[in-house]
Structures are given as C-alpha cells and as structure tokens.
Nanobody, 118 residues
Framework: VQLQASGGGLVQAGGSLRLSCAAS????????MDWYRQAPGKERELVAS???????TYADSVKGRFTISTENAKNTVYLRMNSLAPSDTAVYYC?????????????WGHGTLVTVSS
C-alpha cells in the first residue's frame, strides 16, 4: 500500500484548501485514515481521524474549521481546511491503519506542505 498526498500550497489567512490522500494497492481495507501535521520545530500531531465506520475525531485546534472525509470507491481521504491561520502552517501527512493483531499495519504518505500567510 502506498499513500499519495496532494493539495498543499500557499494560502492567505482565512482561506481554504483541500488535501487529498489516495491509497494504492489492491484490496485496501482500512481501520482508520488520519491526517497528521508537523510544524517547524514541533512534534508531529494528529489533526483528524476517520474510522471505516465513519466516526471522526479532531484536534481541538481545528474543530469547526477542518473536515475529514473519505471516498471509499477511490480509496481516498480528504481534509477540507477552512478559515486557515498562520498557525496551521505545517507539513501534512496522511496515515492509515489496516488489519488486526499480527496483520496490523500502518502506512504513511509523503507530506504535503501547507503555508498560510498572514
């Protein structure tokens, strides 16, 4: 399985972006798909998560502004980001968890840079 993220870029404060992450590979069945971000000099943090059942969770800092969703037919997870602030500037990574027990696997995509100018 490979995760390919896209959609990052430069946007002014208050603007919006939509990130996409497509999973390649046959028979991709996930337990959860997530977006993390890492700002310069900071640790990587979980931004949003969605389970295969559709349950979503968000970091407090993005609640009400970001929306995570999936399009299962395309094995793709999206992150819609509204009302962006300079503090949202970071490299965003998609992440997926599959399988259970000994078959459990985690996958990371390459990051996509989001820069929010003030």
């Amino acid at each position: 399985v490979q995760l390919q993220a896209s959609g990052g870029g430069l946007v002014q404060a208050g603007g919006s972006l939509r990130l996409s992450c497509a999973a390649s590979g046959s028979n991709f069945v996930y337990n959860s798909m997530d977006w993390y971000r890492q700002a310069p000099g900071k640790e990587r943090e979980l931004v949003a998560s969605i389970t295969s059942g559709g349950t979503t969770t968000y970091a407090d800092s993005v609640k009400g502004r970001f929306t995570i969703s999936t399009e299962n037919a395309k094995n793709t997870v999206y992150l819609r980001m509204n009302s962006l602030a300079p503090s949202d500037t970071a490299v965003y990574y998609c992440h997926a968890e599959t399988g259970f027990g000994r078959a459990a696997r985690i996958y990371w995509g390459h990051g996509t840079l989001v820069t929010v100018s003030s």
